[in-house]
């Protein structure tokens, strides 16, 4: 039979991982939907890769480039 303590921890254990999966969820609609209104991902440095808003001709934007500056600027 389970102890108390181990009931416990499996639950928090469990309501943990509802929680991350609830997170990565809502993450993934927010990224489907930015990309849908003309987000593009973006080259930072070699090796970061970055979703900013980016105009018609798929270029970043002023706010597109205001955040990667702030990445190459840390």
């Given amino acids: 039979m389970a102890s108390y303590l181990e009931n416990t921890a499996n639950f928090k254990e ?4 509802d929680r991350a999966n609830k997170a990565l969820s809502k993450a993934r609609k927010l990224e489907e939907k930015r990309l849908s209104q003309g987000w593009r991902y973006i080259f ?9 808003p980016c105009d018609k001709n798929g270029k ?3 706010e597109g480039q ?9």
Avoid: F, G
């Avoid at 070699?46 to 900013?52: D, F, N, S």
């Avoid at 205001?66 to 840390?74: F, G, L, V």
């Fill in 60 to 62: 970043p934007n002023a």
């Fill in 14 to 17: 469990k309501s943990e991982i």
């Fill in 66 to 74: 205001r955040r990667i500056d702030a990445i190459i600027n840390r």
């Fill in 44 to 52: 930072a440095t070699p090796h970061i890769q970055i979703l900013v």
